[in-house]
Every structure is written in structure tokens, then in C-alpha cells.
């Protein structure tokens, strides 16, 4: 979580129920968010124990093929309800919405009772279905797109005739969800025949919100200031090529996407050297920060990245939560200009020339992507302007709908001999110069210890398999009254019976993603896709060990159920 926190101090195996606040003493955001945790944690554990680690209940989330009047053959209906992924909830509403009228003349034309449902207002080729409310059990609903929009009269024009419904009693319209335009996924590719059968499958993993990418968040009472963050969960039908006709096993495909053998770091304050010279005094050198810092490391490269660059990584002593939000910004060949919404709230959480910056905005983030590291050349403080080498990718930061930012890294290059940082081409840290004769980039051995600052070292585990995902962190609490960081440590005893301890090396604090099958879908030109489902179990008042079959829509909408 890229958020402004002290720690993170939630441990699963230790077992804790809850927090005990006591009478005065001092309150600390990682005491409260611990407690967070800890619900969190019972709440999704229970769901995992008593439905399964992938519950639909009533048929949410189910994939159906899109019957509307045209074949449509490279999407597929997403259907509305909730799935819980490994006790995490997932939801897609789609609230129904009175018809107020009928067009008498023309059979595409619709007023609705309210623009604004499930959070946001109708679109220009989103699709809905219109059907009667009234009859029971409801008959089949007209699915159809928008084609056109008159806010003003709260009229919605259709690309199909649905003068059939006309004399409705109780006429409903709805939004639905289709894999092309679901919310949490920009521009995901279509389905295609030239690669016939597909693996759907739900990405299921949680993303910091800030006020910046949600202004909602402020209380403006108190004339806005920075308060708390959010956890939003983020959930993404994404597909994959698919060679066999059945469902892939929910623990093959995390074994697929997210690898065992995810790279592992220990981390340090550097020990003090003796010098064999008895005139020479040793300096302090454990941590030697001013302040207490949450350093935070990530990956920036990833190791099988389709650049070709070896793996990488950037760090930050503030969490990664130096952020400015983008006004505008204009790239260009050799430079990029940015105009920001604010320099920061001190010298500390501001911008200097030199400094490396990411630029971001939401589609950048839900596609799990990492900006480009940019470094700064010049900051005019009076007009908010910062100068940057070297241009941004195409489209990222120019939306100011998508909430785009700048977003600080503090690594800088250093002495390699010394343990300091050597930095690659993508501007981040170089975990290893090392490669395997396959091409691949590989830990080598006897990896150094590396310098971030104020005497922070890190160490990635000398693991020639290591696989390294962008975007995995690890947190560093670095404290001034003990000189240290906090970090796990393991003990051993020698031949000599003499105990030493070593820093753990600890897998990634995240980002935990998590993954269930949804279906199997064979596409095929100028016709519809056939759809195989993937069975999930359906949360129900069974006995315990009991899962029933899941519920069956027997239309798109999931109006009407057919129980098996």
C-alpha cells in the first residue's frame, strides 16, 4: 500500500483476535490498521472454511455470450452478482431502472427514471437489457447497446427495436457488464478466433486510493486536508490462450501467474566495521537517518519483461507516498513538462533536480504496468512546473479523468564497489548484472549487500531461479531510538556452540494477487462463443463439507434461474 504509514505490523502467524487499545497511550496508525487487518482476515478465513476458496453465490460473475441482434463473436457477458475469491468479495451491480416512457413512434427510444445508477451515468456503447418487470417468471430481456444520449430529457436511444416491450406495466432497463467493457481492466485485448479457446479466469488483488486518485475522500469541512487512505479491492476477467477444452484447476492457474519461486530480500542496518588500526575509531554505523522511515522496495523490471532489460528495482523512504497530481503535462522527444497540482507540504515530501519520478494515472496502475522513471531536470516552485528527461508513454498522464500523478523514487547510482546502487537503462537499481546462458537474468552468486542510505542495506537472495514480478514491494521500518530496522531475524548455533542471527529473507509484502477460474470460451468468426462453465461452489445453508451445484442463468441478464 502506497500510502503515508508508519509500518505494517499485521502477522498472520501469530494469531492475534484484536487490538487493546490502553488508557493513555499514544495512538498509532499501525496499531489501528493492524486491527483492520485482523477482521479482515477472520471474515475472508471463514468464508475460505465454510464455502471454498471460490464461491459464487447465485450465479455472479457467471460468462454468457452476447445474444443480442447481431452476432457478436470477440466479447462476452459478464453477469452481475458477487464472487468471493479466496474470501475476498467481488461485486458487479447492475440496479434496475424504471422506464418512464416509450417512444410511440420510434422503437429505439427509451426515458429512463435517473441518469446516474450504480455509481455512474449511462455511456455511448455500453450495453443494457430492457424486459418487463411485471411478468412472472420473467420472459427473456432485448439486449442492445447505447447508441446515443440526450442527458437533458433523460432519453437513451438504442441500436435495437424494443417496441415489443412497449406495452410493459413495469418496464426495467439495465446495465451490463461485458469482459471488453468492464471497469477495472482498460483496453483489454478482444477475443479472437486466431486464437480459438480461452481460459477466463478473475484477477482478484486490493490498490491503495489516496486523495488524489479520489478528491472524495476530503473532508471539506475542514478545508480538505490529506486524512486517511483506502483499500479498494480490484477485480479483473482477464483471459489467457487455452489448449484444452476443460477448466484450468484454480491452484494451477496461481502456480501459473503468480510463481512460487517469487525473489526473496533480507534487509539490514549495516554493521559497524573494526578497523584493524587501534588509532582508528569506528563510526556508528547502524542506522543513521534523522527520522524514523518506511522504506519501501519494489521491483521495477520484472524478469521476464518483453524489453529484455534485466530485472530492477526502485526504493523510496517514504512508502512510495510522494505524490503530486498532474494538471497537464506535455511530452516531448527529448523532454516532458509537467504542470502539478502542488509541490508538496515541505522540503521533505517535495522535488529537487535530480530525483527520479514515475508518472502514473489509473489505467496505468490496473494494468499492472510500470511507468517510466524519469529524472528531474528543473523545478519552477512559483508555477508548479517540473522539467523531466525523456518523454512518457503514449497516453499515460494527459486524462485528467484517469487521476494521473507524479510519483518521487528516491534511488540514486552509487560506488558498485562500495555496495552502492548501479542503475539500468529503465532508470531503476540493477538487482544483478549476471545471465544465465539461456539469456535469462539470474541472481549471481554471492550477492552484495546494497547501500539505499543512511546505512539501509538490502540483499537479494542468492536464488538462481528467483522470479521477479513488477510491481512485488517489501517495507523496511528504519528507526532513529534503536539505529536499526525492523526485520525478522533468524538464529543458529555453530559446531562451537556459539548462536548468531542473520535477517530473514522474506518473500514480497505484496502485491498478493488471487485467482479463479471462470470459464472456457471457444471463439469462432461470425458466430458466438461457446461457453464451458467452470464449476464453483454456491454459498448456501448446507451441512458442513456439503457444496451444492451452482446456480444456471438460463439468460443473459441472470433474470431467471434454472435450477438443476
Not at 482 to 494: A, F, K, N, R
Not at 523 to 530: D, H, L, N
Not at 535 to 564: S, W, Y
Request: charged share 20%; net charge negative; hydrophobic share 35%.
Amino acid at each position: 500500500m502506497k500510502a503515508d504509514l508508519t509500518r505494517n505490523s499485521f502477522d498472520p502467524l501469530k494469531h492475534f483476535s484484536g487490538v487493546l487499545m490502553q488508557q493513555g497511550r499514544v495512538q498509532l496508525d499501525a496499531d489501528w490498521n493492524e486491527q483492520s487487518s485482523i477482521l479482515l482476515h477472520l471474515i475472508r478465513q471463514l468464508v475460505v472454511d465454510f464455502g471454498g476458496s471460490a464461491v459464487s453465490p447465485k450465479g455472479g460473475f457467471r460468462i454468457d455470450p452476447l445474444t443480442t441482434a447481431t452476432v457478436v463473436d470477440n466479447d462476452v457477458l459478464i453477469a452481475p452478482g458477487s464472487y468471493y475469491v479466496d474470501g475476498i468479495l467481488c461485486e458487479l451491480e447492475s440496479t434496475p431502472m424504471p422506464i418512464l416512457s416509450w417512444d410511440a413512434k420510434d422503437g429505439h427510444n427509451i426515458k429512463v427514471a435517473n441518469w446516474t445508477v450504480d455509481g455512474g451515468g449511462y455511456q455511448v456503447g455500453q450495453y443494457v437489457e430492457v424486459y418487463d418487470d411485471s411478468a412472472k417468471p420473467v420472459a427473456a430481456a432485448v439486449l442492445c447497446k447505447v447508441a446515443k444520449l440526450d442527458y437533458s430529457n433523460l432519453t437513451l436511444t438504442l441500436d435495437t427495436d424494443v417496441s415489443s416491450l412497449r406495452n410493459a406495466a413495469n418496464g426495467r432497463l439495465r446495465r451490463l457488464t461485458t469482459y471488453l467493457t468492464q471497469p477495472d481492466l482498460p483496453n483489454p485485448a478482444p477475443l479472437s478466433s486466431g486464437k480459438p479457446r480461452y481460459q477466463l479466469y478473475l484477477d482478484v488483488w486490493e490498490r491503495a486510493i489516496t486523495y488524489v486518485e479520489d478528491d472524495s475522500i476530503r473532508e471539506v469541512a475542514l478545508n480538505g486536508p490529506d486524512t486517511a487512505a483506502r483499500s479498494r479491492v480490484v477485480w479483473q476477467v482477464k483471459a489467457l490462450p487455452a489448449t484444452l477444452e476443460g477448466c484450468v484447476a484454480q491452484g494451477s492457474l496461481a502456480d501459473q501467474l503468480q510463481p512460487w519461486n517469487r525473489g526473496l530480500l533480507r534487509a539490514r542496518a549495516e554493521p559497524a566495521q573494526v578497523s584493524t588500526d587501534p588509532c582508528t575509531i569506528s563510526p556508528d554505523s547502524l542506522y543513521r537517518g534523522p527520522e524514523n522511515q518506511l522504506y519501501r522496495v519494489e521491483i521495477h523490471t520484472g524478469s521476464n519483461d518483453p524489453s529484455g532489460l534485466p530485472p530492477s528495482f526502485k526504493w523510496s523512504r517514504e512508502n512510495g507516498a510522494v505524490v503530486f497530481p498532474i494538471v497537464k503535462l506535455s511530452s516531448g522527444d527529448t523532454a516532458t513538462t509537467v504542470t502539478l497540482g502542488n509541490l508538496g507540504r515541505d522540503d521533505r515530501f517535495s522535488l529537487e533536480p535530480g530525483d527520479y519520478v514515475e508518472v502514473q494515472d489509473d489505467n496505468s496502475v490496473l494494468s499492472g504496468s510500470a511507468g517510466k522513471l524519469l529524472q528531474v531536470q528543473a523545478v519552477d516552485s512559483n508555477n508548479c512546473i517540473v522539467t523531466l528527461a525523456g518523454n512518457v508513454a503514449a497516453g499515460v498522464g494527459n486524462d485528467p479523468t484517469l487521476h494521473p500523478l507524479l510519483r518521487r523514487w528516491d534511488h540514486k547510482a552509487g560506488d558498485a564497489a562500495q555496495g552502492g546502487l548501479t542503475l539500468g537503462k529503465d532508470g531503476a537499481a540493477l538487482i544483478s548484472t549476471a545471465s544465465s546462458s539461456a539469456g535469462k537474468f539470474v541472481i549471481q552468486i554471492a550477492n552484495p549487500w546494497l547501500d539505499l542510505e543512511d546505512g539501509v542495506q538490502i540483499q537479494f537472495e542468492e536464488l538462481s531461479y528467483a522470479s521477479y514480478r513488477s510491481g512485488d514491494y517489501w517495507l523496511i521500518p528504519a528507526r532513529v531510538a534503536t539505529g536499526d530496522v525492523i526485520w525478522p531475524q533468524e538464529s543458529y548455533t555453530d559446531a562451537n556452540g556459539k548462536t548468531s542471527s542473520n535477517p530473514v529473507a522474506k518473500g514480497p509484502d505484496g502485491i498478493t494477487h488471487h485467482y479463479a477460474p471462470l470459464a472456457v470460451v471457444t471463439v469462432k468468426a461470425g458466430a458466438a462463443p461457446q461457453v464451458t462453465q467452470c464449476g464453483v461452489a454456491r454459498a448456501v445453508a448446507n451441512p458442513v463439507g456439503v457444496i451444492d451445484t451452482p446456480v444456471l442463468v438460463n439468460n443473459p441478464g441472470n433474470l431467471a434461474v434454472n435450477k438443476p
